[in-house]
């Protein structure tokens, strides 16, 4: 088999796999720790955040933030604790505008709009990158910052925004959007007056952030549930604080579906099954046997899965990134199951890949109709986005063969060393470094 990526792109080689056993530690959520990271910009001081996953994406908001003022240091954890340590260090010496190159890299970027508007009265950053699945616009955090005194001009070029001090205001969204309900409470912490979001996004990283914000001196109430209400504090009242970042249920899914392909019986430790409600219900219709557990869960899988239908739907529905995995679980299951998404309209183009390793897939509009076959067998693949890249190294281990992942970078902005978590676990599976220039 010939190995096509891009020079300097590493190769993920999968070969079938199971059953997995032993027991595999889940890190902290990327969705969570690069929001705690630009809270920071709020408060001056030593900010420290433990339980840090080691992915590229922290890598690209440390390069973000240092840009715009903060020092940011990364250390080991303890012994017994996983990831790393992040040290922020916020002299107050912060400049709101941030450089276009490092901005324009990550989703995330749009989380500094909220922090600096707050503190500076004015913004002047990229329009935010990260994966496509088709547009991904920005139109409800600038419509509740624009409630809340803010104005914005939106150019090719980037975002501006001016404001005096923001107003507390009383913010509706139309949907539950994640970034916008992070942007709208994080600005709202230093405004005067008390802003109230209804229909606020309810995801447990939200509720980290808001638990950070807390720590930090702020007044939040109603985090986890549809209605979050935030009385602005002055300045002054804010300091650093020490977190711990929650365990991230995406990559807690993916161990637990690659028992679930593999078979297998495995701990997963830090999983929290209270922010994974329907996924674990989904998981057992399919035949997965998923228990709490010390300091986790147990996952166990020793039959064929179950074919079920699935929606995409905000939390506490069962969320978009988990999709993939279910996709590549329902093209080996009995029977034939329908997936249907409800937040991103393009996010089905891994769906070609998977074809590859024979699944037999239809989509029509936001549907995908999955026909269980008895088994895949290996291909070339190329991971389009995160998750997807993570689904397709889960379903090279259960297919037939060996699978070759490429565009293993976009694996690497969210998950925290997967191929040496899923070798832990007895997985064939390798990474072939390829050296720039190679
Ligand atoms: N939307 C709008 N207007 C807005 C904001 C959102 O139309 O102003 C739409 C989006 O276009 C999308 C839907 O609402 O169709 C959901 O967007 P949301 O704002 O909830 O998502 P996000 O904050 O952009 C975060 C995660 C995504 C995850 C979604 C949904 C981060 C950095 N990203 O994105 O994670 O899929 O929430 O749960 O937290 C990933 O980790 O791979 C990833 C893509």
Redesign the pocket.
């Known amino acids: 088999m010939s190995i096509g990526s891009p020079a300097g792109d590493d190769v993920i080689v999968a070969s079938t796999s199971g059953p997995l056993s032993g027991e595999v530690t889940v890190p902290g959520a990327?969705?969570s720790v690069?929001k705690l990271m630009a809270a920071a910009l709020l408060a001056d001081g030593r900010h420290l955040l433990t339980n840090v996953p080691v992915i590229e994406d922290v890598a690209i908001m440390t390069d973000l933030l240092g840009a715009v003022g903060l020092r940011i240091s990364a250390a080991p954890a303890a012994a017994g604790e996983s990831g790393q340590h992040l040290e922020i260090v916020n002299t107050g010496a912060i400049t709101p505008i941030a450089p276009f190159e490092v901005a324009d890299r990550i989703?995330?970027s749009v989380n500094l709009v909220g922090p600096l508007l707050a503190r500076f009265g004015h913004i002047d950053i990229a329009l935010p990158g990260?994966?496509d699945f088709g547009?991904?616009?920005?139109?409800?955090?600038l419509r509740g910052l624009e409630k809340m005194g803010a104005e914005f001009q939106v150019t090719p070029d980037g975002l501006f925004g001016r404001c005096a001090r923001l107003q507390g205001a009383a913010i509706e969204f139309e949907?539950p959007?994640?970034?916008?309900t992070e942007n709208i409470v994080t600005a709202a912490v230093l405004a005067d007056g008390v802003t109230v979001i209804t229909n606020a996004?309810r995801?447990p990283?939200i509720v980290d952030l808001c638990d950070m914000l807390r720590r930090m001196g702020a007044r939040i109430e109603g985090a986890g549930t549809n209605t979050i209400t935030v009385t602005g504090v002055e300045q002054q009242a804010l300091h650093a604080a020490t977190h711990e970042v929650v365990t991230d249920r995406?990559q807690a899914a993916t161990y637990m579906a690659a028992v679930a392909m593999c078979r297998g019986d495995v701990l997963v430790r830090r999983a929290n099954l209270d922010h994974m409600g329907m996924l674990v219900e989904r998981f057992r219709e399919m035949g997965v046997s998923i228990e709490p557990a010390d300091d986790g869960a147990r996952v166990r899988c020793d039959g064929p899965l179950r074919s079920v239908n699935v929606s995409t739907l905000?939390y506490p529905g069962f969320?978009?990134?988990y999709k993939p995995l279910i996709v590549a679980m329902l093209a080996m299951a009995d029977g034939t199951g329908i997936v249907t998404e409800n937040?991103?309209p393009g996010r089905f183009r891994y769906v070609e890949e998977l074809r590859r390793l024979g699944a037999e897939i239809d989509i029509d509009g936001h549907h995908a109709v999955i026909r269980g076959v008895g088994h895949l067998d290996g291909a070339i693949v190329n991971a389009p986005?995160?998750?997807a890249g993570a689904a397709l190294v889960v379903a090279g281990l259960a297919a037939q063969g060996i699978t070759e992942i490429h565009d293993v970078h976009h694996i690497d902005r969210?998950y925290d060393d997967i191929v040496g978590r899923l070798a832990g676990l007895g997985a064939s599976v390798s990474r072939i470094r390829r050296s720039a220039g190679a």
Do not use: C, Q
Not at 135 to 141: L, Q, S, W, Y
Not at 177 to 180: I, L, R
């Open positions: 990327k969705n690069l989703r995330a990260g994966d547009g991904r616009p920005i139109d409800m955090h949907f959007s994640v970034g916008a996004a995801e990283e995406v905000p969320a978009t990134d937040l991103y986005d995160i998750r969210g």
